[in-house]
């Protein structure tokens, strides 16, 4: 699935690079070792974590600066990396989805990027990054109604679906989903960290849920 960036975005983020992960699942509950491991990363990245060190974090920085340059508070819209980090910081762990979401947020506290995840097959015809407009809003993932105004926002024939903050729950992955779409975005050109990151999903992808075909790409605007 190919992402076309809009000429402003494109302009304002001239390193972006878009990491992206499609493979074909079957989405259960996690199973016991990997709920036991995700709660071993947690307590072992709660020892290390407060506010300024997730301020710090190289990738939820460059996210972070990627809002302001776009005219939105990160710290009223915080990007779903630095929530789930500041989360695993006051003693509440990660969240327990199912087996396809949990390995989308453990990379996603592993590495500092905000992560995508999508039912592929929800998502219609082509998909653009753009920066969300004024009463552009869409129902979040246990947000209700969030405000996508100058985020970098994710669209397909239907309309916007994706940020990094919250995804829509129009697109989101239930236990009916097939084709998993996770999307990583780098604002500032973070090669090796995507490149971390993205072999970080196909190992956990392999390894705890057992998958075959998993599709791995990385597209930048050079």
Same mark, same amino acid.
């Given at each position: 699935?190919?992402?076309?960036?809009?000429?402003?975005?494109?302009?304002?983020?001239?390193?972006?690079?878009?990491?992206?992960?499609?493979?074909?699942?079957?989405?259960?509950?996690?199973?016991?070792?990997?709920?036991?491991?995700?709660?071993?990363?947690?307590?072992?990245?709660?020892?290390?974590?407060?506010?300024?060190? *997730?301020? @710090?974090? $190289? /990738?939820?920085?460059?996210?972070?600066? +990627?809002?302001?340059?776009?005219?939105? =508070?990160?710290? !009223?819209?915080?990007?779903?990396?630095?929530?789930?980090?500041?989360?695993?910081?006051?003693?509440?762990?990660?969240?327990?989805?199912?087996?396809?979401?949990?390995?989308?947020?453990?990379?996603?506290?592993?590495?500092?990027?905000?992560?995508?995840?999508?039912?592929?097959?929800?998502?219609?015809?082509?998909?653009?990054?753009?920066?969300?407009?004024?009463?552009?809003?869409?129902?979040?993932?246990?947000?209700?109604?969030?405000? *996508?105004? @100058?985020? $970098? /926002?994710?669209?397909?024939?239907?309309? +916007?679906?994706?940020?990094?903050?919250? =995804?829509?729950? !129009?697109?989101?992955?239930?236990?009916?989903?097939?084709?998993?779409?996770?999307?990583?975005?780098?604002?500032?050109?973070?090669?090796?960290?995507?490149?971390?990151?993205?072999?970080?999903?196909?190992?956990?992808?392999?390894?705890?849920?057992?998958?075959?075909?998993?599709?791995?790409?990385?597209?930048?605007?050079?």
């Amino acid at each position: 699935m190919e992402i076309t960036v809009d000429q402003e975005m494109a302009a304002r983020f001239p390193d972006l690079l878009l990491g992206t992960v499609e493979a074909e699942v079957v989405v259960t509950p996690a199973s016991a070792a990997f709920n036991a491991e995700m709660e071993a990363v947690a307590s072992r990245l709660e020892k290390d974590l407060d506010a300024e060190a *997730i301020r @710090r974090h $190289p /990738v939820v920085a460059a996210t972070k600066n +990627a809002y302001r340059l776009l005219g939105k =508070d990160p710290n !009223r819209y915080r990007p779903a990396a630095e929530s789930l980090l500041r989360r695993i910081a006051s003693g509440k762990g990660l969240y327990r989805v199912n087996s396809v979401v949990d390995v989308l947020n453990r990379v996603s506290v592993e590495t500092g990027f905000s992560i995508g995840g999508y039912d592929a097959d929800k998502v219609v015809g082509q998909v653009t990054l753009g920066i969300g407009e004024a009463e552009e809003a869409y129902v979040g993932i246990g947000r209700g109604d969030v405000n *996508i105004e @100058r985020l $970098p /926002v994710f669209r397909d024939e239907i309309g +916007a679906f994706g940020t990094s903050t919250s =995804d829509s729950v !129009r697109t989101m992955v239930t236990e009916q989903t097939r084709r998993f779409w996770m999307v990583l975005p780098a604002f500032a050109g973070e090669a090796a960290e995507l490149e971390a990151a993205l072999e970080l999903c196909e190992r956990y992808l392999v390894e705890w849920i057992g998958l075959k075909a998993i599709r791995i790409g990385v597209q930048g605007l050079r």
